[in-house]
């Protein structure tokens, strides 16, 4: 798939990268709309873990996986695989990895440290 027009610059966006994923975020109301580009190669275990300071990712992400791949696995072992065109609903306390040569997109949406409360999601799987 052509990534172009997913890419592209976001209006209002503030960007960062971390661990070589990159981060777009931009405030909408009460909460915000995140382009989350996870690269090929990409693993929270490899990638973030030593730079957050936790054994899991800890947010719940939520949101649309506009292109790509990307498994997850929870603590307790469950495994959740997602791909492109895919709703995504993801509770805390998981590991994730881009599956695959494409790198992965999500459109993420969020409360900040709310999202679990705000959305009724599970605070684990």
Known sequence: MDNAILLG???GATRREVGGVQVDVVPTGNARVKRIVYPVGFR????????VGTALCTHAHVGFLASGRFTIQYADGAIEE?????????????????VGEEPAILIEFDFEGETVERLGLASRH
């Open 82 to 98: 997602f791909v492109a065109p895919q709703a995504v609903a993801i509770a805390p306390g998981h590991d994730g990895w881009v």
């Open 9 to 11: 610059p976001l209006k």
């Open 44 to 51: 929270w275990s490899k990638n973030l873990k030593d730079i």
